[in-house]
């Protein structure tokens, strides 16, 4: 049975970098056909997509993201990761890890991010 | 980009109504690239329909997907107390890769 858990920080400054990582069980996160992502949820609002690293190895990110984001892959770990730079209060959100295919099949429970002072 | 519209905001209805969900697109979608999720409070999203019509793993029969183009419909067909959601439809563009959220329909159980 697939699983993603998210972990880091929760609690990150302004202008700080906010950073993540997905332990993936059940699955290689370097198997062919498989790519990952990452998906956000402000308090209250809908769901937006941040990026994904596709089985082919390369990285795509939400346009209105991609100054600030880097998502990368650790093979050895089995983990992909999110970077956020630069971070306001804009950026507080429960961030999910997914597994990607045209759609996103499995989840993450989801970690709370607060960007506070 | 696309942009997913979804329609009713709220619905609310009796436990064995049916239940029509509505997602427009502003450009045409791939029916293999709409999906539709449901989240209940403090939950992840899950899954329901991919490839607009196709019913993910463990999702029971009374939720079916339809629709083509820039028009898809989620259908409940016997709503239970159980289904109280937010339900958000998604879609997939592949060139640039990209994924768009609708901003959901929250469904409320009387």
């Known amino acids: 049975q697939l699983q993603l858990q998210e972990s880091g920080p929760r609690l990150v400054k302004p202008s700080e970098t906010l950073s993540l990582t997905c332990t993936v069980s059940?699955?290689?996160?370097?198997?062919?056909?498989?790519?990952w992502a990452w998906i956000r949820q402000p308090p209250g609002e809908g769901l937006e997509w941040i990026g994904s690293m596709f089985y082919s190895g390369s990285a795509y990110y939400n346009p209105s993201l991609r100054s600030r984001v880097t998502i990368s892959v650790d093979t050895s770990k089995n983990q992909f990761s999110l970077k956020l730079i630069s971070v306001t209060a804009a950026d507080t959100a429960v961030y999910y890890c997914?597994?990607?295919?045209?759609?996103?099949?499995?989840w993450g429970l989801g970690s709370l991010v607060t960007v506070s002072s | 980009e696309i942009v997913l519209t979804q329609s009713p905001g709220t619905l609310s209805l009796s436990p064995g109504e049916r239940a029509a969900l509505s997602c427009r697109a502003s450009q045409s979608v791939r029916s293999a690239y709409l999906a539709w999720y449901q989240q209940k409070p403090g939950q992840a999203p899950r899954l329901l329909i991919y490839?607009?019509?196709s019913r993910a793993t463990g999702i029971p029969d009374r939720f079916s997907g339809s629709g083509s183009g820039t028009d898809f419909t989620l259908t409940i067909s016997r709503l239970e107390p159980e289904d109280c959601a937010v339900y958000y439809c998604?879609?997939?563009?592949?060139?640039?890769?990209?994924?768009?959220f609708g901003p959901g329909t929250k469904v409320h159980i009387k």
């Open positions: 059940g699955d290689s996160v370097s198997s062919r056909g498989s790519s």
């Open positions: 998604q879609q997939y563009g592949d060139s640039p890769p990209r994924f768009t």
């Open positions: 490839g607009a019509s």
């Open positions: 997914a597994r990607q295919e045209s759609e996103f099949d499995y």
